[in-house]
């Protein structure tokens, strides 16, 4: 009897211990992310890629609508069949509806191509914070923007810029830390 308390005991012990021994640290990933050198090339392959491709498409949108508007809105129309017409009508609500509804269709594009060109570029920060995490001993790393009360906890920003070889904002200011 005398064992099983004593190995209930040591038990608890060591499960307390392991609890207080997590540590737990935040990091705003997107700061991170904004502050990496690639960003500013991404940010202008984003503005050309809005330049040289979706501008061309609205324009071509506008220009196609305006096409068939002349075919069947004019006199020589009547050269086409009533079929041909019907078709080119429903082709002309179709690229209506697209120009009603570019801004949504432009921004999900870009969007889409940010997405694109950013994602290694948070697959390097996410490696470099499991490689501050390990070093470091962390067990639990909390997204400081998801969070409204943060747990006593390190700032790991300034650990994962020095890893990246990234200079902190002059304006960064370390928070939720409340050791």
């Not at 005991?9 to 060591?14: D, G």
């Not at 006199?75 to 690229?95: F, G, H, N, P, Y």
């Not at 432009?106 to 470099?128: D, F, H, I, T």
């Amino acid at each position: 009897m005398n064992k099983v308390k004593i190995l209930l005991i040591a038990a608890t012990l060591v499960v307390s211990t392991a609890a207080m021994a997590q540590k737990s640290g935040y990091i705003s990933v997107d700061q991170v992310v904004g502050i990496m050198p690639e960003v500013a090339k991404i940010d202008s392959l984003v503005q050309k890629y809005q330049q040289d491709s979706l501008n061309p498409q609205f324009a071509y949108l506008i220009q196609e609508y305006n096409r068939k508007d002349t075919m069947v809105n004019t006199k020589d129309s009547v050269k086409l069949s009533a079929t041909v017409r019907k078709r080119i009508r429903q082709e002309m609500a179709e690229i209506e509806y697209q120009v009603q509804n570019w801004q949504t269709i432009a921004q999900q594009s870009l969007q889409g191509k940010q997405g694109e060109l950013l994602e290694p570029v948070y697959r390097k920060v996410y490696v470099a914070l499991q490689q501050v995490a390990k070093e470091g001993g962390y067990t639990h790393v909390f997204n400081r923007e998801a969070l409204l009360l943060a747990p006593n906890g390190d700032d790991l920003m300034p650990l994962v810029a020095k890893k990246l070889n990234l200079k902190l904002p002059p304006n960064y200011t370390p928070g939720f830390k409340t050791n």
